[in-house]
């Protein structure tokens, strides 16, 4: 079936440091990936999305390119801000016609900025 | 326009028992699709209804089901509560399985506890 690994957390960075969180998937199709974002005590919030191979996918500086040679959606930020502490979750929606599209995530990643 | 809402906020209930939780889609969205949360976890996919019907189900017991009404607003019940099935139950909406790249909006949750 299809699965999502993502870095285990807590991933603690000073502002302005280089943020990167690993995520690999596995999958039968060829599945859109997503990052997901979620700030305490609220829900999920859309982050970024990429659907097909080499599509590079960006949003309020992150980025995560779509790599299907390695199966992976690395998440990316230049400089991280304190407001961007949040649990970070990747995934992946295999959908292929005539049944349901859930969404498959990884076990999620909390990212802790200091200032 | 409003987003995905969801009813009770919190909920509190004994091993057991009953509950209902309730989820009003995004104006123009036919789809709703739950997760469950527990803490620490990633998001599991629990099932998706689309004009009324169950499009697909994830790896979760009988007592677990739910209905889409014509509005297309959802209700997911749960009997015979358990420890286990305390979460944050998600409820996420989108146009229809497989549309806008499947793109989910998820609602705040409901975070049920069992005593």
């Known amino acids: 079936g299809d699965s999502v690994t993502q870095m285990e957390g807590p991933v603690t960075l000073s502002e302005e440091a280089f943020l990167t969180i690993n995520c690999t998937y596995t999958?039968?199709?060829?599945?859109?990936l997503f990052w997901y974002v979620q700030y305490p005590g609220e829900g999920l919030q859309l982050l970024l999305k990429?659907?097909?191979?080499?599509d590079k996918g960006s949003n309020k500086g992150f980025e995560a390119t779509y790599r299907k040679e390695t199966t992976s959606f690395h998440l990316e930020k230049g400089s991280v801000q304190v407001s961007d502490s949040a649990v970070y979750f990747c995934?992946?929606?295999?959908?292929?016609?005539?049944?349901?599209?859930?969404?498959?995530f990884g076990k999620g990643t909390h990212l802790i900025i200091q200032p | 326009d409003a987003g995905v809402t969801q009813s009770p906020t919190h909920l509190i209930k004994t091993r057991g028992q009953h509950v209902t939780l309730r989820c009003s889609p995004i104006?123009?969205?036919?789809?709703v699709s739950w997760y469950q949360q527990v803490l620490g976890q990633g998001p599991q996919f629990i099932f998706q209804?689309?004009?009324?019907?169950?499009?697909g189900r994830g790896n979760f017991p009988d007592r677990f089901s739910a209905r889409q009404f014509p509005n297309y607003s959802s209700e997911l019940n749960v009997n015979a509560l358990l420890l286990g099935d305390s979460a944050l139950y998600l409820c996420?909406?989108?146009?229809?399985?497989?549309?806008?790249?499947?793109?989910?909006?998820f609602g705040p949750g409901t975070r049920l506890t069992v005593t």
């Open positions: 996420a909406s989108s146009l229809a399985p497989g549309a806008d790249s499947y793109e989910q909006y």
């Open positions: 999958a039968t199709g060829y599945p859109s």
């Open positions: 990429a659907t097909k191979a080499d």
């Open positions: 995934a992946l929606n295999d959908y292929s016609g005539g049944g349901a599209d859930g969404l498959t």
């Open positions: 104006s123009g969205h036919k789809s």
């Open positions: 209804y689309y004009e009324k019907e169950e499009r």
